[in-house]
């Protein structure tokens, strides 16, 4: 699986974004997909993932009722919906697939594949 991410920029608090992750291979719709976050000098921290079938989801506490994942099957695309958005929030976005039933969604070594980040500047 190829994973490409798109859609950070620049950004004013209270803004919002919408990050999109395009995968290739026909096998996409059996992976989980996930969103990690690095802000310079910090480790890399789970944003948000979904399930293989769309049907739950699952946030880290500071971007829960603020951020939302969605996929789209037809078009082996997900998306990371972000509103509300605070100079915290600044930070390379990543996307990650694994295959289903690999452990906690929120570890990023449970992940296999992984994108090239999106940088996300938020303003104050």
């Known amino acids: 699986v190829q994973l490409q991410a798109s859609g950070g920029g620049l950004v004013q608090a209270g803004g919002s974004l919408r990050l999109s992750c395009a995968a290739s291979?026909?096998?996409?719709?059996?992976?989980?997909m996930g969103w990690f976050r690095q802000a310079p000098g910090k480790e890399r921290e789970f944003v948000a993932a979904?399930?293989?079938?769309?049907?739950?989801?699952y946030y880290a506490d500071s971007v829960r009722g603020r951020f939302t994942i969605s996929r789209d099957k037809a078009k082996n695309t997900v998306y990371l919906q972000m509103n509300s958005l605070k100079p915290e929030d600044t930070a390379v976005y990543y996307c990650?697939?694994?295959?289903?039933?690999?452990?906690?969604?929120?570890?990023?070594?449970?992940?296999?594949?992984w994108g090239q980040g999106t940088l996300v500047t938020v303003s104050s």
């Open positions: 990650a697939a694994r295959t289903s039933y690999s452990g906690t969604y929120s570890t990023a070594g449970n992940y296999a594949y």
């Open positions: 291979g026909r096998t996409f719709s059996t992976y989980d």
């Open positions: 979904v399930r293989w079938d769309g049907y739950s989801s």
